[in-house]
């Protein structure tokens, strides 16, 4: 457990003076291009809470994006990370190797998708792990195409920007973006034309038939997507639409990326969210929750595919960074020893229940998604009009920030509020949080 008590404290307004005098320190020295959620600056982090440099205690929906899932600063990770950068902090995997590379492949083999033989490479970033993936793909089929879907992210380097969907502010005024990239249609159930009922088939339709007509199947190196869309909005396809997508890829020659940066390692109340509709990729992407908040990415996939590229063909003087392996280690055994999948099932029951009580009341609420301690509000104008309501979005956000709790947004419309909370807080604290949460969107949906 944490040292830090579990609860929150208010002791200035948030932010607070330090944190004020910090921020400007930023403006002045940080590019206007690097954002910020909330300009609290932080001292100290343990389970779900965050201290604040005024000694406010911020309960944390957030994870830092989906990373601290074991928890901030979870002990075996700090052991593990302590006891590493003690040893030595790099040697460069490609040029002197290490045994802790060897432990965290050897557990993405294991605990990915599927009983085949695998290989894994591991890289520094979600975005880095996305391009590589892209390129063992071309490497292995000798073909160029890649198709990624709507509400689409994968990151903001060139090649993944291109992959991502959405504009602002990803990729406002920084092409070209990298050719060879085509766009499908999400099955999105929400906003499904015909309906949901229809979505999964006819979205499965569309998906094949843009393909053939647009792009022709023999070109396509692989399709990615998310198994549950992250920053587009936690779009959950219909179900089926992800084993639809990737027999047809294995029929077609095209190898299926499972994009699982977001949803991997127990954040979906699974080690992955593909295990969930029994969807084995050919290649599947980690990063965030891999490593307890330390930078840490991996590819991982079949043997053949992974073994096809020739040697020196993948790398990077970080990837593998010993001590971030070492931190993976540390969060891959708090999550067996404390069945962090079964505890985001837990999560996922807490919140449902609070959800659904409050989207009675409210028709702003069109749409309650996700799975596991990954879970969103779909905010909309309300009785029968389901226009995004980002407005209402951005004020329940900022309500919830100024009450102390660290909350986020997402979705292509910026209308979708969502809950990552670290899988290691207690019923007691994430109670709290969701109290406050009802109070906020109460007010601020005015009822
Ligand atoms: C965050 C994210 C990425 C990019 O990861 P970075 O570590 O920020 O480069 C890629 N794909 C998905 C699904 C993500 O959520």
Same mark, same amino acid.
């Given at each position: 457990?944490?040292?830090?008590?579990?609860?929150?404290?208010?002791?200035?307004?948030?932010?607070?003076?330090?944190?004020?005098?910090?921020?400007?320190?930023?403006?002045?020295?940080?590019?206007?291009?690097?954002?910020?959620?909330?300009?609290?600056?932080?001292?100290?982090?343990?389970?779900?809470?965050?201290?604040?440099?005024?000694?406010?205690?911020?309960?944390?929906?957030?994870?830092?994006?989906?990373?601290?899932?074991?928890?901030?600063?979870?002990?075996?990770?700090?052991?593990?990370?302590?006891?590493?950068?003690?040893?030595?902090?790099?040697?460069?995997?490609?040029?002197?190797?290490?045994?802790?590379?060897?432990?965290?492949?050897?557990? #993405?083999?294991?605990?990915?998708?599927?009983?085949?033989?695998?290989?894994?490479?591991?890289? +520094?970033?979600?975005?880095?792990?996305?391009?590589?993936?892209?390129?063992?793909?071309?490497?292995?089929?000798?073909?160029?195409?890649?198709?990624?879907?709507?509400?689409?992210?994968?990151?903001?380097?060139? #090649?993944?920007?291109?992959?991502?969907?959405?504009? %602002?502010?990803?990729?406002?005024?920084?092409?070209?973006?990298?050719?060879?990239?085509?766009?499908?249609? %999400?099955?999105?159930?929400?906003?499904?034309?015909?309906?949901?009922?229809?979505?999964?088939?006819?979205?499965?339709?569309?998906?094949?038939?843009?393909?053939?007509?647009?792009?022709?199947?023999?070109?396509?190196?692989?399709?990615?997507?998310?198994?549950?869309?992250?920053?587009?909005?936690?779009?959950?396809?219909?179900?089926?639409? !992800?084993?639809?997508? +990737?027999?047809?890829?294995? $029929?077609?020659?095209?190898?299926?990326?499972?994009?699982?940066?977001?949803?991997?390692?127990?954040?979906?109340?699974?080690?992955?969210?593909?295990?969930?509709?029994? =969807?084995?990729?050919?290649?599947?992407?980690?990063?965030?929750?891999?490593?307890?908040? #330390?930078?840490?990415?991996?590819?991982?996939?079949?043997?053949?595919?992974?073994?096809?590229?020739?040697?020196?063909?993948?790398?990077?003087?970080?990837?593998?960074?010993?001590?971030?392996?070492?931190? $993976?280690?540390?969060?891959?055994?708090?999550?067996?020893?404390?069945?962090?999948?079964?505890?985001?099932?837990?999560?996922?029951?807490?919140? %449902?229940?609070?959800?659904?009580?409050?989207?009675?009341?409210?028709?702003?609420?069109?749409?309650?998604?996700?799975?596991? $301690?990954?879970?969103?509000?779909? #905010?909309?104008?309300?009785?029968?009009?389901?226009?995004? +309501?980002?407005?209402?979005?951005?004020?329940? +956000?900022?309500?919830?920030? $100024?009450?102390?709790? =660290?909350?986020?947004?997402?979705?292509?419309?910026?209308?979708?509020?969502?809950?990552?909370?670290?899988?290691?807080?207690?019923?007691?604290?994430?109670?709290?949080? !969701?109290?406050?949460?009802?109070?906020?969107?109460?007010?601020?949906?005015?009822?």
């Amino acid at each position: 457990m944490s040292s830090i008590e579990q609860k929150r404290v208010l002791t200035t307004e948030i932010p607070g003076p330090r944190s004020k005098a910090l921020h400007e320190r930023k403006v002045a020295s940080v590019s206007a291009g690097v954002g910020v959620g909330l300009p609290v600056y932080v001292e100290r982090a343990g389970g779900g809470i965050i201290v604040d440099v005024d000694g406010n205690q911020l309960i944390d929906f957030g994870s830092g994006i989906a990373v601290t899932t074991v928890g901030n600063a979870a002990p075996r990770v700090v052991e593990r990370v302590r006891e590493q950068v003690q040893d030595f902090t790099h040697t460069c995997f490609m040029v002197t190797p290490y045994a802790e590379y060897l432990d965290v492949a050897e557990s #993405l083999n294991e605990l990915t998708p599927g009983t085949h033989e695998k290989r894994s490479a591991l890289f +520094n970033s979600g975005a880095e792990a996305v391009e590589n993936a892209v390129k063992v793909a071309r490497h292995f089929t000798g073909r160029q195409a890649v198709v990624a879907f709507d509400h689409a992210y994968h990151g903001r380097t060139n #090649l993944t920007m291109g992959l991502t969907a959405k504009n %602002m502010p990803y990729k406002h005024k920084f092409g070209p973006f990298a050719g060879e990239i085509y766009r499908a249609p %999400m099955s999105y159930p929400y906003r499904w034309p015909g309906g949901p009922a229809d979505c999964a088939k006819e979205s499965f339709d569309v998906f094949t038939s843009m393909v053939h007509a647009q792009v022709g199947e023999d070109n396509v190196a692989a399709v990615i997507i998310e198994p549950i869309q992250g920053e587009g909005g936690f779009i959950v396809p219909a179900p089926g639409f !992800l084993k639809q997508v +990737n027999e047809w890829c294995t $029929a077609n020659g095209i190898l299926p990326i499972a994009d699982e940066v977001q949803t991997g390692f127990c954040r979906t109340g699974d080690w992955f969210a593909c295990d969930y509709e029994d =969807v084995v990729p050919d290649l599947i992407t980690t990063a965030k929750g891999m490593a307890g908040g #330390l930078p840490l990415a991996g590819v991982t996939g079949r043997a053949d595919v992974m073994d096809a590229v020739h040697g020196s063909g993948l790398g990077g003087t970080y990837g593998g960074n010993p001590v971030a392996c070492a931190a $993976a280690i540390g969060a891959i055994e708090t999550m067996k020893a404390e069945d962090l999948c079964g505890r985001a099932k837990q999560i996922e029951t807490l919140f %449902m229940g609070r959800l659904h009580t409050l989207a009675e009341k409210f028709p702003q609420i069109g749409d309650i998604r996700g799975r596991g $301690a990954m879970l969103a509000i779909e #905010l909309v104008t309300g009785a029968g009009d389901i226009t995004p +309501n980002s407005a209402l979005t951005a004020a329940v +956000n900022k309500a919830c920030h $100024a009450q102390g709790l =660290v909350t986020l947004t997402c979705g292509t419309y910026g209308n979708v509020f969502r809950f990552l909370p670290p899988l290691a807080a207690s019923d007691d604290l994430l109670s709290e949080g !969701l109290d406050i949460f009802e109070t906020e969107f109460t007010r601020a949906a005015g009822a």
